[in-house]
């Protein structure tokens, strides 16, 4: 595989539920990302791991939990989320150096909160 | 903050029309600027980008130029095609972190 790849696409969850996105990426990046991405929003930036230090940002919920065991994989923990928190969620790796930092975004995961 | 303010969509077009979408920045430093665009059902993909002043990025028949004195990086096509139906969204980086636009809906009929 190459790429960052994404699962699930699709996940459908109820507000007590527990469940987890994950990313992997085959780019030898030493950055990755988690954006929130709603209908008619600009982007919104919710984790950062770069070189092993995480950069987060202070509005997200606890609810969303990340973790980053190493360079390749990118999880996003999620618990007893409500209704707002649908959207598409989207993970992006790229590798941090000086000039531009171009991203590589997978396709998403849908999820719906009922 | 650093943040992008870009038009607000939809936009309709018809093919080999002229497009443009305007895009606009606020940021203390010199940052890097990019175009990216999200096909239905996929993830977002980079179009071009500009690193300095008056950089041109280019891909695809997009264009656009990193102009300081305005703080603005307009995407422009001369002739679009029904494959370019798309959100486009413009973006900046500071470091290592991107702030993006809200994103322009673009729909070119045959």
């Known amino acids: 595989e190459t790429g960052v790849t994404q699962t699930p696409r699709h996940l459908v969850m109820g507000m007590t539920n527990k469940k987890s996105l994950k990313c992997e990426q085959h780019?030898?990046?030493?950055?990755m990302y988690w954006y929130k991405q709603s209908a008619k929003k600009p982007l919104e930036l919710m984790f950062v791991y770069s070189l092993e230090e995480r950069v987060e940002n202070n509005s997200v919920p606890s609810r969303f939990s990340p973790e980053c065991p190493n360079s390749s994989h990118l999880f996003l923990h999620l618990h007893t989320l409500q209704p707002e928190d649908s959207a598409l969620y989207l993970c992006?790796?790229?590798?941090?150096?000086?000039?531009?930092?171009?991203?590589?975004f997978g396709a998403g995961s849908r999820l719906t909160v009922l | 903050g650093d943040s992008v303010t870009q038009m607000e969509g939809p936009v309709t077009l018809s093919e080999e029309a002229f497009l443009t979408i305007n895009c606009t920045y606020t940021a203390t430093g010199y940052p890097s600027l990019f175009w990216y665009v999200q096909y239905p059902g996929e993830g977002l993909q980079l179009l071009l980008k500009?690193?300095?002043?008056?950089d041109k990025g280019s891909n695809k028949g997009f264009e656009a130029t990193y102009r300081k004195e305005t703080t603005s990086f307009h995407l422009e096509k001369g002739s679009v095609q029904v494959s370019d139906s798309a959100v486009y969204f413009c973006a900046l980086s500071d470091d290592y972190k991107l702030s993006f636009g809200a994103g322009t809906t673009v729909t070119v009929r045959a």
């Open positions: 500009a690193t300095k002043a008056d």
């Open positions: 992006a790796s790229s590798q941090k150096a000086s000039g531009a930092n171009v991203l590589t």
């Open positions: 780019l030898g990046h030493n950055a």
